[in-house]
């Protein structure tokens, strides 16, 4: 009997990898973002056309890459992040894969413009199906831009599974949320179909919660921070009154990476235990740093999974830095820590003003918010950006409990289909003057 094992093509073997990389238009959004935001951007644009089945492109102003790394950054498990067993084990970056580019220009044609700035010119690169149709010097602002069309144009099983322009724009927002929510010393806009619907300026955590989720949130945040010797926790989580029906904004971030956890949202809904009307849940952003050797992020394959070392402990200290956070708005008793469960004692970063903890940023949050918020109302709005852009949408009703959930529904002139949570809110505080303005045109692909 003849032999019959042989080795795949390689634009096989990366067709088959992209599967676990990229299943969606918002697959590549989060992969693309991600890369910005690893390449120590400041500045990032997002441009979406038709729930990004036709474009998703990302632009930065981060290091951008060499003539020869922008090769090499298609290639599978090519990476500038990682080199060694040991450097897994303390990752900060988001990426370390190296699998994104490879498997995203498997399954849909790319160009990649990208100069670094002691280069006088960058470099484009044209990828089809995995295959580099060219590569040649160009004149590009320093940075990134990557834009990736027509996703799965050469695997149609794949397209066909997409779900409506309403749905993929939906998963996009979220993507585009949890990396705006993690990075808001970062400037990032959305643009819809040309239409820009986020427009992000740099700022703190809380200008960026308000900017991005709706000014309702403004008095209603609750600053939590925590430190042990093993695990911080800070962010906000909303005051009891502004529990909503639906689950939607509730974030956890471990070392910056967005994660999904029933365990750790426990802990949350534990501190609030009698504070919540009935069926309803709490808003909150928590961000957790650990020492990355005492989590594992590798159990999933898209990353929003992660285990921890010693899930007790971290699960203890959530609930008590949620717990003390709603106890120092006079929402619920402050937290005993000697009689609290067995972790290890807690030391606060800084203490002070008779309180204990002194939250980072709560003490100015509020009227730096103000300010956004003014901008915000004066002319960032653009209602009809969304509304726009929303057009070709299906229309269907809006479930019952997600009507009203946001900012001002008169404000928002769109269709319930394409109003995502995200979408549906008051947006863009505008660029302050002289602020960057990544030309659009200049990388705009035809
Ligand atoms: P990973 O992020 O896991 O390393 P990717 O396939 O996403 O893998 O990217 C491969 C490499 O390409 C990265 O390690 C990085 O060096 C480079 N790269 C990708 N995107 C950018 C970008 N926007 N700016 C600069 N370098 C980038
Ligand atoms: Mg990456």
Not at 86 to 93: C, G, K, P, Q, S
Not at 113 to 126: A, I, N, V
Request: proline share 6%; charged share 20%; glycine share 6%.
């Amino acid at each position: 009997m003849p032999d019959i094992i042989h080795l795949l093509p390689e634009y096989l073997a990366n067709q088959i990898a992209a599967g676990e990389v990229v299943q969606r238009p918002a697959s590549v959004v989060k992969e693309l973002l991600e890369n910005a935001v690893d390449a120590g951007a400041t500045q990032v644009q997002l441009i979406v056309k038709e729930a990004g089945k036709q474009l998703v492109q990302v632009v930065d102003n981060g290091a951008g890459m060499s003539p020869t790394d922008a090769r090499m950054s298609l290639e599978r498990h090519a990476t500038s992040k990682i080199r060694s067993t040991e450097d897994l084990f303390r990752i900060r970056t988001l990426g370390f894969r190296g699998e994104a580019l490879a498997s995203i220009a498997a399954v849909a044609q790319v160009e990649i413009r990208t100069k670094q700035r002691e280069y006088d010119t960058g470099t484009l690169l044209l990828v089809e199906g995995s295959q580099v149709t060219s590569q040649q010097p160009t004149a590009c602002p320093d940075g990134t831009s990557i834009a990736v069309k027509n996703l799965f144009f050469n695997v149609p099983a794949r397209r066909n599974f997409l779900k409506s322009n309403a749905v993929e724009m939906r998963h996009i927002l979220d993507e585009f949320q949890h990396v705006a929510l993690a990075n808001p010393q970062v400037a990032f806009s959305l643009y819809q179909n040309e239409l820009e619907v986020f427009g992000l300026p740099a700022g703190k955590l809380s200008q960026r919660i308000v900017a991005l989720l709706g000014n309702g949130y403004k008095e209603q945040l609750a600053a939590c921070e925590e430190v042990t010797h093993s695990i911080a926790v800070k962010g906000f989580v909303g005051k009891p009154e502004s529990s909503k029906k639906s689950r939607g904004d509730q974030f956890f971030f471990v070392n910056n990476r967005f994660i999904r956890s029933a365990y750790l949202n426990h802990a949350v809904l534990a501190a609030y235990e009698g504070l919540l009307a009935r069926d309803t849940h709490p808003f909150y952003v928590l961000f957790l740093e650990l020492d990355p050797k005492a989590i594992d992020i590798n159990v999933h394959p898209t990353k929003t999974e992660i285990k921890f070392e010693d899930e007790k402990t971290v699960y203890a200290v959530v609930r008590a830095a949620v717990k003390q956070s709603l106890g120092l708005h006079n929402i619920a008793p402050s937290l005993d820590f000697d009689g609290d469960v067995n972790f290890a004692p807690i030391r606060p970063l800084r203490t002070g003003k008779g309180t204990g903890l002194v939250p980072t940023e709560a003490d100015d949050h509020l009227p730096a918010a103000t300010a956004a918020d003014r901008a915000a109302s004066s002319d960032g709005y653009r209602p009809d950006a969304l509304a726009a852009s929303a057009a070709a949408a299906p229309r269907r009703p809006r479930p019952a409990c997600q009507q009203g959930h946001r900012a001002s529904p008169a404000l928002i002139p769109i269709p319930a289909a394409t109003a995502t949570s995200a979408s549906c809110r008051r947006v863009l505080p505008s660029r302050p003057a002289g602020s960057w303005k990544l030309s659009t045109a200049s990388w705009a692909s035809p």
